[in-house]
């Protein structure tokens, strides 16, 4: 049998990757997923504790989270989108100079791979005759 | 090979320490980077970490007993869920996070589902991978460079940021693990391993009939304490009533046993026989595991609060004192332990109706405020994005 314990340990391991997450990457949009898996880590919890307490109560609470997860992607959408029209990007460090005074700023020091380089494919325009070398056989019609 | 001979404790703090440890370096090869990252030996230290988590788990909360579908479900649930999250958080393009994370909702879905929870299930689903992700992947998908850029290709502090959330993980693991002990006897989970035989008992520790009368017991009760509740009591109620306490009683006794008529009980009775006769393994292997330790201490209490319960409720019928609050409370106690006895509860399988009752009775100031706070999220929202000289 699945005891509590079992449960709450998976709940536990979603949260931590949530937070790595949320702590790390740069992408606005990945941060606040990473954000909401924190949020279902937590709901795990909740309804775990309702079932093996018997009563309803932590699954009421999970409803709570679920309204005030939708309101904060509404608002946080509408933020990263303001963002974006300023930054022209949605990383999160061109808004480095909003942090707390005292803190260095992040400057990055590896350069980005170059972007693969695509073939140029050549098409000749339409309706020209292409050159033709001398001793090439031509059919005349 | 000689064998390490750590306790049981000293065993499960090294699983969660090297568990945490192999997931931040796993992390940590994984973050995206711009000089390469190295994918093969992320994955496969993951999956070491993986490995310990699971043993772990099976070691600290002890082995499930049988019950393949409920297992096997379980075990598939919680490995995508945490699987599809280490893809999340590792995987370069945003766009294909997205779609892990409509997997990991899929995943804790499925552990609701397990849960009782289908209202939550169905709900979840539609709100966060119907209308989250979507919104997500769109705003993604009108916003994304080709080719590698900054927000992608480039983590802040990989090292730190993995070993820090790991090692609060690990933390809070390790503090799940001590609560878990902390019902254990004083002084089992040090002794060295070698005096513990890795033998399981050949009896169940607790059947599916008693488990069964349990849950009935705490069914029963909870109309008990309802009734109990009730602000006058007309005087042709009480009959009904101690006798509907006595029956519960009597229902609990036959499982648990009752000091007053010397019965032992159906628990004791299978469990403390064991080595009594010969050819049985010993008395010291009932000691030995710990989930039958745990159920007799248990058995214990609940055949405590079943007669301090019974005699609240005489002691107020006759001298009418204690007050029915506290003997109301008295049967709530009896009934938590009763239902932690048991094991799991019953859910009711009118979930949805069950639900909003609770919702609209006892939570009804927060549903309010939820809604409040849904009217401010849309107009903050709007007014977030409003262009100043834009008509729309």
Known sequence: ?141 | MPQLSLTPFELSVGRIALAAALAAIGFYFLLPRPSGRRIGPGIAVLIAAAAVFAAWLVGAFGRPMPDLVGTTLFGLFATAAVGFGAVLVTQRNPARGAIAFAFVILSTCGLFLLLAATLLMAATIIVYAGAIIVTFLFALMLSQTAGPADENDRSREPLLGSLAGFGFTGLVLLTLYLNHLAAMPVGEATAPAEARQPVRLPVAVLTSGERQALSEAVSRLDALIGRLGVESLPPDAIEPLVSDAEAVRDKIAVVVGSDEFSRPGSIRERLEKLGTRPGEPSVTLVRSDEQARRVLSRTETVRRLNQQAQDALQNHLLEGKPDRVSVAARFRELRDETLLLAGMADLPARNVSNLGYLLYTQHLLAVELAGILLLIATIGAIAITHRKGVTS
């Open chain 1, 1 to 141: 049998m699945i005891t509590l314990g079992h449960y709450l340990a998976v709940a536990a391991a979603l949260f931590g990757m949530g937070l790595v997450g949320f702590l790390t990457r740069r992408n606005l949009i990945t941060m606040f997923l990473c954000a909401e898996m924190m949020l279902q880590g937590v709901a795990i919890n909740l309804v775990a504790f309702a079932r093996f307490h018997g009563n309803l109560e932590g699954q009421a609470f999970v409803v709570f989270i679920l309204a005030v997860a939708a309101c904060e992607a509404a608002v946080a959408l509408a933020l990263f989108t303001m963002l974006y029209r300023r930054g022209k990007s949605l990383d999160v460090s061109v808004w480095q100079s909003l942090r707390e005074l005292g803190v260095p700023p992040t400057v990055d020091t590896e350069p980005l791979p170059p972007p693969p380089a695509e073939e140029r494919v050549v098409l000749p325009p339409a309706g020209v005759r292409p050159p033709r070398s001398g001793d090439e056989e031509v059919a005349r019609v």
